[in-house]
Each structure stands twice: as C-alpha cells, then as structure tokens.
C-alpha cells in the first residue's frame, strides 16, 4: 500500500526558468504521453478501487441500517437513525482524518475505502427506506395470512420489490463516490487528481495532467451513468 502514500518531491519553483515555461507550447503530447501511465496506473489502483469496494459496502450497509430502523425497538432504532444521520451530516474530509488517526494501526487506503463505505451508506439507507415504504401495504398483509416467516418475507417479497425502485438512485450514489475519491489527499492517499499534481508541479505543466484526470473521470463516470437511466427506464417500464 505503500505506493499509494503521497510523497510528493516538487523542484523549488524558483528555480524554474520562467523564459522555459512562457516558450513552452500550450500542449505537450509527448509529456502527456509520458504521464498517463502514472496516472491510469493511480487511477485503476486507487480511484476505481475506493470506489468499487466503497459501493459495495454501502450498498450492503445502506440495506441493513435501513432494515434496522424499520424492525427494532423505537429506542434502539432511534440510536441507529441518529448515528446514521451524525455520519450523513458531518463532512467526507472530516470523517478521513479522524479516522486515519484514531486508527493508526490501519493504512491509509483501507480507511479511505472504510469512510467512503460507511459514509454513503447513511445516503443509500434512505434510499432503501424510500423503496421498502414503497412496497404495497398488500403485499406485507398477504405474507401474514399465509404465515410467511419474517426473514423470509424481507428475502423474496419486500427487499426484491424495493430494490426495483432504488437501484437508479443507488448507482448515481455511486457515481458520487467516484467524483468524491481526490478527498484521500487529506490522508496522504495518492489517488489520480494528486499525482497529476505531483507530476505537472515540477514544471508547472498542469494543462495535460488535469486534462488527462478530468478525460479519465468521463469515461469511467459517463457510461456509469448511462447505464443507470437506461436501468431506470426499463426497470420502471417492467414495474
């Protein structure tokens, strides 16, 4: 995990010959292509990762919390519906640095993927919520005549039926996380954004680096999106 801890070593800018950068043209294509290796690489192994494992968690973690406050006790759902909205309302970056000291024992990257993961699952468990309340009051009263036991009932009757109605919601949830990642600098996780940074700060040469990113960003998060309206479309037509 290493290689993913920032370390940045940025020449002095003094020493930079400001004749060199003024001369210098717009756009560089061989400096661009000498970059995006580095770059995809920070992509794939970080970017793509974080976002990856996070909505996964999230998604897993969203369907419980939300569960949870639905069958628990008034007192005890009313803890967890606090703690879920304590997280949703406090920032991103706050919740990275208080983590990555409180677990010092953790690297970095695990804990990025950790908040990334518990933070939007606050977000998808309201979205859960919406879908499960979304379920025809029929469809519970027909599963208590035929004394259908309750996991089973939130197995093949409810959790199906509201996923149906959420999933949209939770792929544009996703999609955040993705455009959220360049908030691991806080803790010194070197995702795409830093180290295009870390590349164009030697020579000041930020135009290709940022525009790389920014390509990068599109062509992961656009498709993704997409595919989401699509998804939306055909899942409200079968409904």
């Known amino acids: ?26 756009w560089d294509w061989e400096f661009a292509f000498e970059a995006f290796p580095q770059m995809f690489m920070a992509f794939l192994e970080v970017t793509i990762l974080v976002t990856v494992v ?20 008034k007192p005890l759902a009313w803890i967890v519906r606090w703690a879920a909205n304590f997280i949703r309302m406090t ?32 977000y998808m468990s309201e979205v859960y919520r919406a879908g499960i309340e979304s379920v025809p009051k029929g469809q519970w009263e ?10 089973r009932t939130w197995r093949k009757v409810v959790i199906p039926q509201a996923l149906r109605s959420t999933i949209p919601s939770l792929g544009n949830y ?3 996380m993705f455009k959220d ?7 010194g996780v070197a995702e795409m954004v830093t180290v295009a940074g870390q590349i164009g700060a030697p020579t000041f040469r930020y135009t290709e680096v940022y525009t790389i990113a920014g390509l990068l960003f599109l ?5 993704t999106a997409v595919l989401v309206n699509r998804l939306e479309k055909r899942l409200a037509y079968a409904h």
């Open 91 to 122: 920032p991103i970056v706050v919740q990275l640095i208080f983590m990555f000291w409180a677990f010092l024992w953790l690297d970095a990257l695990t804990i990025g993927i950790i908040v990334f993961g518990v933070h939007y699952a606050t």
């Open 181 to 187: 990642t360049p908030f691991l600098l806080v803790i």
């Open 174 to 176: 996703a999609i955040s």
């Open 219 to 223: 062509a992961a998060s656009y498709p």
């Open 54 to 73: 996070g909505t996964l968690i999230a998604a897993v973690l969203g369907l419980v919390i939300a569960i949870l406050i639905m069958v628990l006790p």
């Open 142 to 151: 027909a599963t208590t005549a035929l004394s259908m036991p309750a996991a």
């Open 1 to 26: 995990m290493m290689s993913h801890i920032l370390a940045v070593e940025v020449d002095d800018p003094t020493m930079v010959d400001e004749e060199e950068i003024e001369g210098s043209p717009f």
